[in-house]
Nanobody, 126 residues
Framework: QVQLVESGGGTVQPGGSLTLSCAAS????????MAWFRQAPGLDRKFVAT????????IVEDVYEGRFFIFRDNELNTITLHMRNLKPSDTAIYYC???????????????????WGQGTQVTVSS
């Protein structure tokens, strides 16, 4: 059974940092695109970032550029999202996602990913 399990969420003050982790099990995703999405209350789930499994090139949505950084470890089958200078508007549930097919292309739509974690809550509040 394929599972993606996120961890590292919590409550942090504005300006703080958090690192989210996603561990995959049940199969390897070493050559599959994996990504982070987030869903704020009342809004659609949206793409945050992905990282090329071959080159480690980070692809981060413009609005998070310079604050969010994504890494992956192909051997451990994990991806992480390091977030700094967090804002109250970053409050959301953060989801890890993985594509079923191998490939280097990256995708930003929810329906382009087959596997999803259960999500981890991030709350930014003073």
């Amino acid at each position: 059974q394929v599972q993606l399990v996120e961890s590292g969420g919590g409550t942090v003050q504005p300006g703080g940092s958090l690192t989210l982790s996603c561990a995959a099990s049940g199969r390897t995703f070493s050559k599959n695109t994996m990504a982070w999405f987030r869903q704020a209350p009342g809004l659609d789930r949206k793409f945050v970032a992905t990282v090329n499994w071959r080159t480690d090139q980070q692809i981060v949505e413009d609005v998070y550029e310079g604050r969010f950084f994504i890494f992956r470890d192909n051997e451990l089958n994990t991806i992480t999202l390091h977030m700094r200078n967090l804002k109250p508007s970053d409050t959301a549930i953060y989801y890890c996602a993985a594509r079923d097919n191998e490939g280097l292309d990256w995708y930003s739509r929810v329906n382009q990913y087959r596997y999803w974690g259960q999500g981890t809550q991030v709350t930014v509040s003073s």
